[in-house]
T-cell receptor
Framework: EAGVAQSPRYKIIEKRQSVAFWCNPISGHATLYWYQQILGQGPKLLIQFQNNGVVDDSQLPKDRFSAERLKGVDSTLKIQPAKLEDSAVYLC??????????????FGPGTRLTVL | DAKTTQPNSMESNEEEPVHLPCNHSTISGTDYIHWYRQLPSQGPEYVIHGLTSNVNNRMASLAIAEDRKSSTLILHRATLRDAAVYYCILRDALAGGTSYGKLTFGQGTILTVHP
């Protein structure tokens, strides 16, 4: 079974530039998550999609971050303009359904962003 | 979200058992205890979860205290590949709205395995 795919794996940009990350979840997974992981910390949820709709984007800095999920499958996360503090690993995860007792989230390898 | 407390780091020798503790004194009746781990340069991966009874799977065992205020992840024979950050997470199975399916990661325990 193919896992969660993310690209690019690495990106280096200068502050005030824009950047986009792409995620392809596991086939059939209705729920998609974007996390931000700053060095030395655990992942922090930025946004959660259920099919096409947003379930939770309370921690997404909406003045600079945006995300969309096309046709309930692939997703892109964009940062415009980037700040130094956006340097982090951006992880995409997916799950069959969000709720219930068992909800294994499958994570992609992440995109490491460095903002200079 | 209910909080968990884990030691910052632990060390083990290869082929020895490892017991990773987690305290969750404010756990509610509908909170499941989930463990994920993150190997170097990879995304987190699911390890195990439980509610009240001890659980075993091919990766690990989860021992849950009778009052559910603490739990222990047990790796029966540590290998070098088990070196990772281990996260103990409480997840409300009945939460709706913006908490629906949410996993809130703490800083986890860095496990070092010595050959």
């Amino acid at each position: 079974e193919a896992g969660v795919a993310q690209s690019p794996r690495y990106k280096i940009i200068e502050k005030r530039q824009s950047v986009a990350f792409w995620c392809n979840p596991i086939s059939g997974h209705a729920t998609l998550y974007w996390y931000q992981q700053i060095l030395g910390q655990g992942p922090k949820l930025l946004i959660q999609f259920q099919n096409n709709g947003v379930v939770d984007d309370s921690q997404l800095p909406k003045d600079r971050f945006s995300a969309e999920r096309l046709k309930g499958v692939d997703s892109t996360l964009k940062i415009q303009p980037a700040k130094l503090e956006d340097s982090a690993v951006y992880l995409c995860a997916s799950s069959l359904e969000p709720g219930g007792a068992y909800n294994e989230q499958f994570f992609g390898p992440g995109t490491r962003l460095t903002v200079l | 979200d209910a909080k968990t407390t884990q030691p910052n780091s632990m060390e083990s020798n290869e082929e020895e058992p490892v017991h990773l503790p987690c305290n969750h004194s404010t756990i509610s009746g509908t909170d499941y205890i989930h463990w994920y781990r993150q190997l170097p340069s990879q995304g987190p991966e699911y390890v195990i979860h439980g509610l009240t009874s001890n659980v075993n799977n091919r990766m690990a065992s989860l021992a849950i205290a009778e009052d559910r205020k603490s739990s222990t992840l047990i790796l029966h024979r540590a290998t070098l590949r088990d070196a990772a950050v281990y996260y103990c997470i409480l997840r409300d199975a009945l939460a709706g709205g913006t908490s629906y399916g949410k996993l809130t990661f703490g800083q986890g325990t860095i496990l070092t395995v010595h050959p």
